[in-house]
């Protein structure tokens, strides 16, 4: 299928959209709305990030991302749901994490996804936990995800790691069906260990194409090739910070308090004070926002971003949704933008 963007042709590869919500946005109920209407739109995966503390202090809320999992599944009946990310390495016990997700599965089955990550300072610091090296956080993550594993398995585990425990434990509850994985990387360690380990990867758009195609997509093919996965096996998605309204300055705007995501120093350091994450959003140029998210109410700027990540070779791309109203952000992409890449399956 070809469709024309002003002067440019471009090929429309299949791919499917998921919603994200973050809890820092929105209250309880209206994540739970926004979902629904996510469902009805056309997405078919719902996330959440899974976070203790929000990236802004002034008018935040910060609600518990698997009450939210479990409430919208009640509510839904089709869209899959997910965290992007949890991190099961200091304030999750990885066993209480696979539990968890066993039993959201059981309830929903074929519905849940486990995304996973090593962890930012803002949601492990407050929680009483330390922020160990990025090599510790790393080398816990490969563990935690081997030890759900053994557990999702059934039976009873014992299990001796260089972090983690488990002593004749078994899950009573398993899931009805095979749980996704996915891990997120930035970098190439993380993206070659999410290859290594045969999970799906979730990456950021505003790393920048050269960034992703150059580290994480080919230190994650990498890793798959390394362990002998398929890679047709394997999903990955691409995660792309949006905020859409008719008044270009009013989107822009609610960029503002997530701003200092856009810096690296935030996910690395022992930052985890959400009114000082907030004094360094206020530093971020408008220039930067408009380059590495997508502040347009024009259809042709999104399609044209999302069928790039597409050529790369990302099936599944995951809209962080920062606009000041959701429901017209879903109305607007449930007519504009969801029909072009439909067509093509």
């Known amino acids: 299928m070809e469709i024309f963007l002003g002067a440019a042709r471009m090929n429309l590869l299949v ?10 946005w929105f209250s309880p ?20 990030s899974d ?26 009946s089709k869209i899959r749901l997910g965290t992007a990310v949890t991190a099961p390495i200091l304030r999750y016990n990885p066993a209480i994490v696979a539990q968890a997700f066993a039993t959201m599965d059981y309830l929903y089955p074929g519905r849940v996804i486990l995304g996973l990550g090593t962890g930012e300072a803002l949601n492990e610091v407050p929680a009483g936990c330390g ?3 990025f090599r510790e956080r790393l080398e816990r993550l490969e563990e935690a995800v081997q030890l759900i594993r053994l557990l999702w398995r059934g039976g009873f585990v014992n299990f001796r790691g260089k972090y983690y425990r488990l002593r004749g434990a078994k899950l009573y509850t398993l899931s009805k069906t095979s749980i996704p994985i996915f891990i997120a990387a930035s970098g190439q360690s993380t993206a070659y260990l999410a290859g290594k380990l045969g ?3 979730i990456t950021l758009a505003g790393l920048g194409m050269d960034w992703i195609r150059e580290n994480v997509l080919r230190s994650y093919r990498r890793g798959l090739a390394d362990a002998g996965q398929a890679q047709a096996k394997v999903s990955t998605v691409c995660e ?9 300055e009013k989107a822009l705007n609610t960029c503002r308090p997530f701003a200092a995501t856009l810096l690296p120093l935030i996910f ?4 985890s004070d959400p009114r000082e994450i907030e004094k360094y959003g206020n530093m971020i140029r408008d220039e930067l926002i408009r380059e590495r998210w997508i502040v347009s109410p024009k259809p042709e700027d999104h399609i044209e971003r999302y069928s790039k990540l597409a050529e790369l070779g990302f099936n599944h791309i995951e809209i962080v949704d920062i606009s000041p109203d959701h429901r017209k952000f879903i109305k607007f992409y449930r007519e504009s933008i969801l029909p072009y890449f439909q067509q093509t399956r």
């Open 15 to 24: 791919v499917d959209f998921g919603y994200h919500v973050l809890p820092e």
């Open 29 to 48: 109920e209206r994540i739970i709305e926004g979902l629904f209407m996510a469902e009805d739109a056309g997405f078919t995966i719902g996330w959440i």
């Open 51 to 76: 976070h203790f503390h929000p990236w802004f202090d002034g008018g935040a809320y910060c609600s518990f991302a698997w009450s939210i999992l479990s409430a919208t599944a009640e509510r839904t």
């Open 131 to 133: 922020w160990p090296s």
């Open 199 to 201: 999970v799906g990867l």
């Open 240 to 248: 792309v910070i949006c905020s859409y309204d008719e008044d270009e």
């Open 268 to 271: 690395r350091a022992n930052v």
